[in-house]
């Protein structure tokens, strides 16, 4: 069952979302050459306390930390440690979560750790963000699940890749439904699978994590022994991006963007919805 949101419920959603947003601001200045990736969970939590939110990541199906850090082959629910020190040159992509009376955000981000690196990963990062904001302009009332899938997949595909090849859409992991629970019905592909069908028809109130994860080579993941750490199998680094986003009777809203996505969404020729705390 899709879950759908009132204009009222999308508000608090919203409120949520933007406390997401402050923890990207903070962990994304934390991310220096010598910060371990527990030092950024630490800054994470300051965040949640200072705005009164609840971490849903923390003790989700056990995960014992506040935020996801994965650096570098690590594509998704990497673990914050004092043993992971980033140096200058390595990327990470940081997914956090945030929960108000009850209403869930969840957003990433991939950043770059210090300087010099390759054009390639650049481009990466690049083509994931864009391809996530492809996505977002396909929520539009009247199309369906699949739509958003061929919009992600679409603009991936058409990215020429430094130094030739493919770049791998991983498989395994995708995007969500989202609102009384971080996890929710419909799974979101960032792929067209035509066995799947076209899935449920986007109307107002409907609430997406869309959130592409792509690599430099294979799509395929494997998980290590800690049980969530999930790598690409041939050992290529990878990029997350990630936004909670709301359909509404006037358009999209991109409930973690600060700007609700309007700058971004322009560049597609789609009008952002107005934010209800404005």
Request: charged share 20%.
């Amino acid at each position: 069952m899709v879950q759908i949101k009132t204009p009222e419920q999308i508000a608090k959603m919203r409120e949520a979302g933007l406390v997401v947003a402050a923890i990207h601001a903070a962990t994304r200045e934390a991310a220096v050459p010598g910060a371990t990736t527990k030092d950024l969970d630490q800054v994470a939590r300051k965040v949640l306390a200072e705005h009164n939110a609840k971490p849903n990541f923390l003790g989700y199906g056990g995960f014992p930390a506040t935020i996801c850090t994965s650096v570098n082959e690590v594509v998704v629910h990497g673990i914050p440690s004092d043993d992971v020190v980033l140096k200058d040159g390595d990327i990470i992509s940081i997914d956090c979560g945030a929960i108000i009376d009850g209403w869930h955000g969840d957003a990433a981000y991939t950043a770059f750790v210090g300087s010099g690196h390759a054009p390639e990963l650049i481009e990466l990062s690049r083509v994931t963000e864009e391809s996530m904001w492809a996505g977002i302009a396909a929520m539009k009332q009247g199309n369906r699940l699949v739509d958003v899938s061929r919009a992600i997949e679409t603009y991936i595909r058409r990215q020429p890749k430094p130094g030739g090849g493919k770049y791998g859409i991983i498989e395994d992991y995708g995007g969500h439904g989202i609102g009384t629970e971080m996890h929710m019905d419909p799974h979101l592909l960032n792929y067209v699978e035509k066995r799947r069908g076209k899935g449920p028809k986007l109307v107002s109130g409907f609430c997406l994590a869309i959130e592409p994860m792509v690599s430099l080579g294979t799509p395929k993941t494997e998980v290590l022994s800690d049980d969530w750490t999930v790598i690409t199998t041939d050992g290529t680094w990878s990029s997350h991006w990630e936004h909670s986003v709301a359909l509404t009777e006037e358009g999209p809203l991109v409930l973690t963007s600060p700007d609700g996505g309007r700058a971004k969404l322009a560049e597609h020729g789609v009008a952002a919805a107005p934010d209800p705390l404005a």
